[in-house]
């Protein structure tokens, strides 16, 4: 994971004083997001002696991994935010990011469900069969106590259709082993599509905040130049004064 951007670095006594200021509209019946885990913002807050109020101890650092939260960090049990929230435009594209995610997560749960039908149905056929096979043997069993001394032709069609009934139990048996061995296989593949999806919105988070941090200090820095470029025209009374003391006003706002 990316380390935090530099810009917004802070340290933990401006961290608390942050939350401090949030932490009474924020917190929600100590229910806290979905989190990731961040080497750079982890473990127990021991910087001071404050502690949860539902379960007397020291609470922990997290940072959010759910809907337009990701990335954020906050203090739990209780949530209690550690930074603002984002800009709407990354708050959007965080909504957008996670749809994405869930359609594509639904699709699987449905292909899921889907073949644990068709296994089932395989289950109760295997079931069927084996009944029918019991069932076979045991009339086998008594026409031969009924008829013993019935001609060997016979009894060799009998033992052939035995056989074929056990290959073919056989071969259900095994369809089915393979089935479930098939379906470990898909769920393996499904946990890494996951994981490498939440690595990929954390990426693109990450991508979208620096990107917007460049865009705040380019705008800051031409800001500062057309200052100073107004500062000179009225220096050396250069164009209408009152025209560029609007001016001036205009660009000194925020």
Known sequence: ???????????????????DEYSSMQMEYFQTPNTVIDPSFSGLVVESDRKCILHRQRPGRFVAFEGTDTGRRFIGCATTWVDAPWPVILQRCLTKLWDMYHEENLGRVQEKEAHE?????????LDSLANQYSQLVDDVSKLFDYQDGKKSHDMDYTSQAINELKEKKHQLVEQ??????????????EQRCILQSQ?????????????????????????KKLEHVISELLKVGHGCK??????KQVVMEE
């Open 1 to 19: 994971m990316p380390s935090w951007p530099n810009s917004n670095e802070t340290s933990d006594a401006d961290d608390y004083e942050y939350m």
């Open 176 to 189: 089915a082993k393979i089935e479930v061995q098939m379906e470990k296989l898909k769920l393996k593949k």
């Open 199 to 223: 690595a990929d919105i954390i990426q693109n988070t990450w991508k979208a905040m620096k990107e917007i941090q460049v865009e705040r200090y380019l705008l800051k820095e031409e800001k």
């Open 242 to 247: 009152e025209k560029l003391d609007k001016i």
């Open 117 to 125: 039908i068709e296994v089932g149905k395989l289950k109760k056929e």
